[in-house]
């Protein structure tokens, strides 16, 4: 019975938000959980949200159940956003998207599905990644490996993870971080995109590529641009869509997996076991958060207003990774987290070690997570010289 259960730890990301809410230093700094904060410290829902929802609100008119893939409007509609408007696979049916709860949703179901579709396949993982696909994986019971990504000297590597990749086994899968990678901020450039399909094709692997943060590094198409070199090259290919992020979405839970076959025919099989599939786990998906997207991307007037507020986040994340690197200039640090200008998205691997770390919250109440990653978004314009001076103390 229960009797013989133990605790285990809670997620170490997340009990950080609750340690910094206890926390009674005003002066305290949220550096912590991956979500978008404003100047003033809150995760806003824009507007493009909030006008999406009221209309809603009067033109609903059910409740029931919606299919087994989700809302059908925003299975296109963000199928074109990932892929492109104008996409050959969307109009030669060759792609399709799964809605799911969420983008960790969507990775559920692919780990399902590779499982139960594609057994006897490994996954491969960057290391270092974000820690639920680790367990998640492993949950959805497949072997899960590794693949270097980041060195010991906090740079991408990308000649070692080309290496790696070109010696694992053929068929098995690998996840990519489309753009924004997490916990690190390094992306893969074009080129090393480039060079990681020729590995992928010599070695005949299934990329799993994870797209959480669409419209966060360098704008909405340019952040597709390797998803769609994929998709462009590869006959098969398995992508996850979370709009968490980019549309506020957080709680509502909304994201997809899209899958990319071979031949119409082939995708109708695929998409009957991913039917099956997420019929026993979640039967169908929520609607609210899938319907809310549907109805900005269908609409000229909300879609213009949300690329908008999407994009000022973007450029708010953006300038403030130039200005903790110019506050750390009078410190003498500007060249030693040069890195931090340069990496892509909210995350940064700042190189700081769990023992900096620790003392960055015990003693200035600056909270990130022990890996050294840094929300850059969690920042504000009148805070980054507070920040560099506690960071150069824990340096000196
Ligand atoms: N993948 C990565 C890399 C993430 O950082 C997240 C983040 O929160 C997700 C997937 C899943 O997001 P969600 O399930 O909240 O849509
Ligand atoms: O890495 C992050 O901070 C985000 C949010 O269990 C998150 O991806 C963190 C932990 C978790 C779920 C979401």
């Not at 060195?151 to 070109?166: H, T």
């Not at 480039?194 to 198409?221: C, M, N, S, T, W």
């Not at 509502?252 to 997420?278: F, H, N, P, W």
């Not at 769990?354 to 919250?361: E, G, H, N, T």
């Amino acid at each position: 019975h229960f009797a013989s259960l133990v605790r285990v730890p809670g997620d170490p990301i997340l009990s950080l938000m609750e340690a910094y809410r206890q926390d009674r230093n005003a002066a305290k700094l949220d550096l912590g959980v991956g979500v978008y904060k404003d100047a003033q410290g809150l995760t806003p829902i824009p507007h493009a949200v909030k006008l999406a929802e009221q209309r809603l609100l009067d033109s609903e008119l059910t409740k029931t159940y919606v299919g087994g893939h989700g809302d059908a409007a925003f299975g296109e509609r963000l199928s074109q956003l990932v892929l492109g408007a104008n996409s050959p696979l969307l109009t030669e049916q060759r792609a399709g998207a799964t809605q799911t709860p969420g983008g960790t949703g969507a990775l559920r179901l692919a780990g399902d599905f590779i499982r139960h579709c594609l057994p006897g396949r490994g996954i491969w993982l960057s290391a270092p990644t974000w820690p639920i696909h680790e367990t998640l994986f492993a949950e959805a019971g497949l072997k899960v490996g590794h693949y270097p990504y980041v060195g010991a000297d906090n740079r991408l590597d990308v000649e070692a993870m080309i290496a790696a990749l070109a010696h694992l086994p053929k068929g098995d899968v690998v996840l990519l971080h489309a753009c924004c990678h997490n916990p690190t901020g390094f992306d893969l450039s074009p080129r090393d995109f480039k060079r990681v399909l020729e590995v992928v094709k010599a070695r005949e692997l299934l990329p799993l590529i994870d797209f959480a943060y669409q419209g966060f590094g360098d704008g909405l198409e340019q952040d597709a641009w390797a998803v769609r070199l994929f998709a462009a090259e590869l006959p098969e290919l398995l992508i996850t869509s979370s709009c968490s992020k980019n549309f506020g979405l957080y709680r509502e839970r909304t994201g997809a997996l899209i899958v990319c076959a071979g031949d119409a025919d082939k995708l109708v099989d695929i998409r009957s076991q991913l039917a099956y599939l997420a019929r026993n786990q979640w039967s169908t998906p929520p609607a609210h958060g899938a319907a809310v997207v549907a109805e900005i991307l269908g609409d000229a007037e909300l879609r213009k207003l949300w690329q908008d507020e999407l994009e000022s986040m973007r450029l708010r994340v953006a300038s403030l990774r130039r200005g903790l690197v110019e506050a750390l200039a009078p410190h003498g640090l500007s060249e030693r987290f040069a890195h931090i200008a340069e990496q892509r998205g909210m995350f940064s691997y700042t190189g700081l070690t769990p023992v900096q770390v620790q003392r960055l919250r015990e003693e200035f109440s600056v909270y990130m997570v022990g890996s050294g990653r840094a929300n850059v978004a969690g920042l504000d314009a009148t805070r980054l010289e507070q920040l560099a001076a506690a960071i150069a103390r824990v340096c000196g």
